[in-house]
């Protein structure tokens, strides 16, 4: 770690550096691409502040398959990212690095500190798992010509044990990885009298839109599945009202040892908001939770990367116990969310069309780009520039509401994923035959839409989810598995459609604060100059 001066020739010599190595260690040319400017634009900031004898120390670390890039410079604290323009800043600037799509700073022991934590180039998920599901049926077909005892050796006393194990391993991360999401998330929003009217008035928006466009799709999605119900499917009053008390627990611990998942998000929920009415004086508390929120998302991660072995066994194991007809009406999941899709896209296209009187079609082109980029890389982070650019220059929204909106929205705004969840929990209690009662129909739209925003954005991140939404909804986790496979297509679709009704969340947003430019968001595209 040689010290370096803040002259121009260092300067260009880092940012040329930090290209090469990333490129050398897999990580995407387009992110390189940024992490290069950004690198670039750090340093002479701070050659502006210190002066070109202050010195820096660059460091590239590679743990376990995960990269990062750290500059430190010592002396006062500089924060090369504050503006001063805006009072979200900070907040915004935390969601981005999060999200990987920016750096972070902090100043330590006298040193400023800069990461960045590049993305390697993603393997095709859909890929590897289209490879086990293929490989499995292959290996099921080979496997029908043995013996039926030892057919059943391998299903019951090899592929089962291991399923079990990753079951448990799957539960036992569950719990503490969504408490510690949804506790680091509300912390991480800050000070609410610093996100002003702006910051509050969107998360409200965000929370409500979100319940007001799942219940609806809830109704509309039942009859397509023929679902067991219980004493005639009559309302119980006592059984609502039972429900809606199991969700707060008899104390801090229980929770846990006994795997309630809307009982540990209650608690994520009080510890979170607790911690963020203290502030600074939970600063050790939020330290502890950042750090094992990371500790809990790479563990996830790691575990994530052996879905594609755990579906190659559940699929066999199916085959060898000739139990593969479940998988026969899980189509209904597909064409179910694809039409609670398409009424989520025509509420917000009647919207603003309506409301804001712009033609249908110059709404469609302005925000198809974006849509098309999520649409077939299943990433928000990759559609991120040109959502923002989207947002600002074609649609005339004001840029702190863009700023701050896109990735906040991001995070905690998916209304296409509550509603695959709501999608997910029908086809399985249909498939394994799970008693449904007007409780279990409100603690499945109640579920859903909490996990859309508890969701980790993560690798791994639905796993933990579809655990959680089986557990409560009493789905027997071998649902885990077909879940697992149809994932792969349906993240595709529910990242576009969550991008796209943001965009069309913040055009209302901007309205309703009078920060919207009306005649941009009007005018054809290609006529902005």
Not at 300 to 311: C, K, Y
Not at 348 to 355: A, F, I, K, S
Not at 448 to 467: M, Q, R, S, W
Request: aromatic share 10%.
């Amino acid at each position: 770690m040689e010290k370096m001066k803040l002259n121009n020739e260092n300067i260009a010599q880092t940012s040329s550096l930090a290209e090469k190595t990333l490129g050398e260690w897999g990580v995407d040319a387009r992110n390189i691409i940024q992490i290069r400017l950004a690198v670039e634009e750090t340093l002479l900031k701070y050659q502006e502040a210190f002066g070109m004898e202050a010195v820096f120390v660059q460091k590239y670390i590679k743990r376990l398959n995960r990269i990062r890039l750290e500059l430190s410079l010592p002396g006062e604290r500089v924060d090369p990212f504050d503006t001063g323009e805006e009072e979200q800043s900070q907040v915004m600037r935390g969601l981005l690095a999060n999200m990987g799509v920016a750096p972070s700073w902090q100043y330590k022991n006298g040193e400023n500190l800069i990461l960045f934590t590049p993305k390697k180039k993603k393997r095709s998920q859909m890929a590897s798992l289209a490879l086990s599901v293929i490989l499995a049926f292959l290996c099921g077909g080979v496997c029908r010509f043995l013996p039926e005892s030892v057919r059943t050796f391998l299903a019951n006393e090899l592929i089962s044990p291991v399923f079990n194990r990753f079951m448990g391993l799957l539960s036992a991360i569950a719990g503490p990885m969504v408490f510690l999401s949804i506790v680091w998330g509300i912390y991480g929003i800050g000070d609410m009298a610093a996100m002003g009217r702006i910051g509050k008035r969107m998360i409200g928006r965000f929370m409500l839109m979100t319940i007001l466009l799942t219940l609806p799709v809830c109704v509309f999605a039942m009859p397509f599945f023929s679902l067991k119900t219980g004493d005639g499917g009559k309302f119980d009053f006592s059984e609502l009202f039972q429900m809606v008390l199991d969700i707060v627990p008899g104390n801090f611990f229980t929770p846990f040892t006994e795997g309630n998942p809307m009982q540990i998000i209650f608690v994520a929920v009080l510890i979170g908001i607790a911690m963020l009415i203290l502030g600074n004086k939970a600063t050790i508390a939020a330290a502890f939770v950042e750090q094992s929120n990371y500790i809990i998302q790479l563990i996830m991660e790691t575990v994530s990367s052996f879905v594609p072995v755990f579906v190659f066994g559940s699929i066999l194991s199916m085959i060898l116990g000739n139990d593969f007809s479940v998988f026969l009406p899980a189509y209904k999941v597909v064409l179910v969310m694809l039409m609670g899709d398409a009424i989520l896209l025509a509420v917000y296209l009647v919207l603003v069309c309506t409301r804001r009187k712009v033609q249908l079609w110059v709404l469609l082109k302005k925000m198809t780009p974006t849509f098309l980029i999520a649409l077939t890389t299943a990433s928000s982070s990759a559609a991120f520039g040109v959502n923002m650019e989207c947002c600002e220059k074609d649609l005339g929204i004001d840029r702190r509401i863009v700023n701050l909106g896109i990735p906040l929205g991001q995070v905690i705004f998916m209304p296409g994923v509550s509603v695959m969840f709501l999608a997910v929990g029908f086809c399985m209690a249909e498939i394994y035959g799970v008693t449904v009662s007007p409780a279990w129909l409100a603690m499945a739209g109640l579920i859903a839409i909490v996990l859309a925003v508890a969701a980790p954005p993560i690798p791994g991140g639905a796993l933990t989810c579809y655990t959680i939404l089986f557990v409560q909804l009493k789905i027997p986790m071998e649902a885990v598995a077909i879940t697992i496979a149809l994932n792969v297509i349906l993240e595709f679709i529910t990242t576009a459609v969550n991008l796209f009704c943001l965009q069309a969340e913040l055009v209302e947003l901007a309205a309703g604060l009078d920060m919207l430019d009306v005649g941009k968001l009007r005018e054809e595209k290609h006529e902005r100059i």
